[in-house]
């Protein structure tokens, strides 16, 4: 019985551990953190630090492009970004990964997966749904879907900021994306 209340409890502590946040941007794409020289992009993972007021340290990993160091991708295809920096240092880099650290305000940051991607997914289902049921965003890779989106696009006559909204949600739920879809 002990055994099982200690397994129980190492359990409760891993999850609190990996409990993802992710952030969260009011319809927007993109975080300008200007004083930081980072900008960081909505929906992403992330793991939080720590709090102090306001604002929050977190930290992200991923990968890195050798031949663009100002950028952070979340696949090793460089097909999502996670963020994007003013100065190289800032990311640190070991081979082809990345990692990246940033105070973020409160109000940016969600441990709701579906409220980060909430304007992303809505597009998707208001804009993706006229002609046809939705389309289940995991059964494509990220590359299949910037050819499927390239060709619906016209159909859907989506202005580029919805575009970006919607391209971002089906890369990042894509099969080789990085998030799942919650039912
Ligand atoms: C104006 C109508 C219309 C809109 C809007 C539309 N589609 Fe389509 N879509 C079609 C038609 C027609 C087909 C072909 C028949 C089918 O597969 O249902 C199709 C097929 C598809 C397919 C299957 C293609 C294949 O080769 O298997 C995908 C995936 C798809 N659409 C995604 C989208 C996405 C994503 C959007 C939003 C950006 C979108 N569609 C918006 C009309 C539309």
Redesign the pocket.
Known sequence: MRLLINFLIVCIFAIGLHAKSYIYIEGGIKLPLKQQKITLYGGVPVKVISQNGNFVKIKMNGYVDKKDSLSLYATKNHKLLLATVKEPNLIKVSGDKGILEAKVPKKNITDDMDEAWEANSDL?YD??????HA?IVES?SMQT?DV??S???P????TKKQ?AL?LRF?RAFAKDGILRESD
């Open positions: 998707f804009k993706c749904t006229k002609c046809h389309k494509h879907w499927l989106f060709s619906m696009q159909k859907a006559r989506t575009s919607i089906l």
